[in-house]
């Protein structure tokens, strides 16, 4: 859920119950920084739900809302690849970039990774992220740090009043456009 404080700034909060751990989570912050995050320990089913219930109305109370899907950016980080069709080593680069790149996202408050494929020569990995520019900026540290392929990294991005054109944000020297 997120909220814009006066000053501008948007910030987020977000809760779950993990049942396995028994613990209830609950991370907060300002969107594209680190979330600071608290647990609470030994809480069983019924008193996730209630806990749940409560931070919902805690953050309508404070003025959180959900963003809607259709309201946030699309934006994809695309890798060049050197087969078409893609190799077991880029597979094995997409689960590293997937994985380091939702966790990276939902930490900040940025979004939230939703899919990605190989193909025509390219890794694609799709988002979907509430600040554009903040996410961008994210994804290059992200995957600069989490992956040996940067060189080849190419990020566009599609706002939501037009989620099908999307524009070039970040590409190696001399790339100047981006496709699906």
């Known amino acids: 859920m997120y909220r814009r404080r006066e000053d501008g700034a948007l910030e987020f ?7 396995d751990a028994s613990q209830f989570v ?3 912050g300002t969107v594209g920084h680190l979330a600071a995050s608290n647990a609470t320990d030994d809480v ?27 309201a946030q950016h699309r934006v994809i980080a695309q890798f060049a690849l050197k087969s078409q069709a893609g ?3 880029d597979r094995f680069l997409e689960r590293q970039a997937v994985r380091a790149l ?22 694609s990995i799709f988002t979907r992220c ?13 995957l600069r740090e ?14 939501p009043d037009a989620p099908d054109t999307f ?9 100047r456009t981006f496709s699906l």
């Open 13 to 19: 909060r977000e809760a779950w119950h993990d049942e």
């Open 26 to 28: 609950v991370n907060h």
């Open 44 to 70: 069983d089913a019924a008193a996730g739900e209630e806990l749940i219930a409560a931070f919902e109305a805690q953050c309508e109370a404070d003025g959180f809302a959900e963003i809607p899907e259709d």
């Open 87 to 89: 190799t077991d080593r």
């Open 102 to 123: 939702t966790a990276h996202l939902a930490w900040r408050g940025l979004g939230t990774v939703e899919g990605s494929q190989i193909g025509e020569g390219k890794l």
């Open 130 to 142: 509430v600040d554009v520019n903040k996410a961008v900026t994210a994804i290059k540290s992200c």
């Open 146 to 159: 989490a992956t040996s392929d940067f060189t080849k990294l190419s990020i566009a991005a599609a706002a």
């Open 167 to 175: 524009k070039l944000k970040h590409a190696p020297a001399g790339v």
